[in-house]
């Protein structure tokens, strides 16, 4: 598999070109109107590098999907990527709650959230923050909890850090020392 570190480098590449930006207007104000004509080529180059940043993220992170899930023997989860407060959010979705739990026991979502880490680790991302797994019917399962009173949320929230465990060790709460 690819090493997919700096892959996170855009925050500071854009930070680069937003100073490169005022500096070009503030001379282009002060000294001379055609010197604005210098943020052109400075648009354009970001332009291309974070087209192909974003690429090498995104084929990066299907590398790590099917090196995670290539083999998988239950129903494969949809992978979706979206960002929250500039940072990526991963989400798994399973079609049932059965293959989330089988995953975690063979080691598949850790495997995946390790590669996220290596991946985004020069960014100051938090895989507890940035990444999910969530199968088909758990937003019914907490309305029904919710609803019941506060012993079977209790009930619910519990099962949800037992899964989070199992996920985060590779196995069963509880089968590691």
Not at 54 to 61: D, G, I, N, P, V
Request: overall charge positive; proline content about 4%.
């Amino acid at each position: 598999m690819r090493d997919p570190k700096n892959v996170a480098v855009s925050g500071y590449g854009c930070l680069a070109v937003f100073l490169a930006l005022i500096v070009c207007a503030a001379l282009a104000y002060y000294v001379r109107p055609s010197i604005a004509w210098a943020m052109v080529p400075i648009i354009a180059f970001w332009l291309v590098y974070s087209t192909k940043l974003a690429k090498k993220a995104k084929r990066l992170l299907q590398d790590g999907f099917e090196e995670a899930f290539g083999s998988f023997a239950g129903t494969k989860p949809e992978m979706k990527r979206g960002d929250s407060y500039g940072f990526p959010e991963i989400t798994l979705h399973f079609q049932s709650e059965d293959d989330m739990n089988l995953a975690a026991d063979e080691g598949r979502t850790k495997l995946l959230k390790e590669h996220l880490v290596r991946m985004y680790s020069g960014g100051g991302w938090d895989a507890r923050k940035g990444f999910h797994t969530q199968y088909e019917g758990w937003l019914e399962e907490l309305r029904a909890a919710l609803a019941a009173g506060p012993d079977a949320k209790r009930e619910w929230t519990n099962k949800q850090e037992a899964a989070r465990e199992r996920a985060d060790r590779g196995g069963r709460p509880g089968d590691h020392a």
